[in-house]
């Protein structure tokens, strides 16, 4: 059971959260040939036997339903030059300009961001509902990674670079 919420408690944890770095993601999925891709900050490794991760998808984004049907998602960790991707997908009214150009596109896998810092082919085999969230947890089946190392950070409500 979830317990009800407590004010106060919540806003201790946004201050919590304020001031912890994260990179940011675009999670994408294919439904019959349609891409699909949301930005996420919640994203995790999970285990390393198997390669694993979670990624938290809200109930309310355009792409949740058909998450839970999807075999294959993949987690497209954003470089620092990207951030007008990680605007692009968490604006709904860009929903149509996202996947303009930038990426490998095939029928049969997710969209892959080229140049993406990391971009990691993860087969879904479960998901969990809690609250207004769903956890959706992948084994990795491949990944493509950009050499430098310079990865694009949420951090205190802003977008951020590792050495700033
Ligand atoms: C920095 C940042 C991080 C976000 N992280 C998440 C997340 O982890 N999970 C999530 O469901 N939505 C997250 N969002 C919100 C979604 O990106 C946003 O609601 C998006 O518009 C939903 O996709 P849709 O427009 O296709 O429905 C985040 C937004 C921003 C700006």
Request: with cysteine.
């Amino acid at each position: 059971m979830i317990p009800q919420t407590d004010p106060h408690i919540s806003g201790g944890f946004k201050q919590a959260m304020r001031r912890v770095a994260s990179t940011v993601n675009v999670i994408t999925i294919c439904v019959r040939g349609e891409p699909m891709g949301i930005t996420a900050t919640a994203m995790s490794s999970l285990a390393m036997d198997p390669p694993s991760l979670l990624v938290c998808i809200n109930r309310t984004a355009t792409l949740h339903a058909s998450m839970e049907d999807v075999s294959h998602f993949s987690v497209n960790v954003l470089h620092r030059d990207q951030e007008y991707l990680a605007q692009m997908f968490a604006d709904r009214n860009q929903r149509a300009l996202r996947f303009a150009s930038g990426w490998h596109m095939d029928c049969e896998r997710p969209p892959r961001l080229l140049d993406a810092q990391a971009s990691i082919l993860c087969r879904r085999i479960d998901h969990h509902q809690f609250g207004t969230h769903s956890i959706f947890i992948g084994v990795v089946e491949d990944v493509v990674v950009r050499p430098d190392i310079q990865p694009l950070l949420y951090l205190d409500g802003s977008y951020r670079s590792a050495d700033t």
